[in-house]
């Protein structure tokens, strides 16, 4: 269960750091950019983490699926950016790409 925990760790970190990449405007805001270098920094300590356990593939998996729609629904509370009819359907599909992962591979981790 520690993985997962790990896990979870990597992504919120990589979300913070990627929302912090959009603020740092090019790296010219320094409060921002230092947020962008310990947020990577986090994430991929504790991605390593969870590679101890679970296969890179399905970490991956997980990483990237919930990456994406946690920085897309942060682009669009924070940023505001716009969210099409296609662009949610195609977010709908990743998280259960990941649901049907977690849910019936034998690749993962239960």
Do not use: C
């Not at 947020?35 to 399905?58: K, N, Q």
């Amino acid at each position: 269960m520690k993985q997962w925990l790990f896990l979870s760790v990597a992504i919120v970190s990589e979300v913070v750091a990627t929302s912090a990449l959009k603020a740092s405007n090019g790296f010219t805001r320094l409060w921002p950019s230092l947020l962008v270098v310990a947020g990577y920094g986090i994430a991929f300590f504790f991605l390593s983490l969870t590679l101890r356990t679970i296969p890179v593939g399905v970490a991956y998996a997980v990483w990237s699926g919930a990456g994406i729609v946690l920085i897309t629904l942060v682009g669009w509370l924070v940023f505001g950016q716009s969210l099409d009819t296609p662009a949610i359907i195609g977010l709908t599909l990743i998280i259960a790409g990941v649901v049907v992962l977690q849910a019936f591979s034998k690749s993962a981790i239960h």
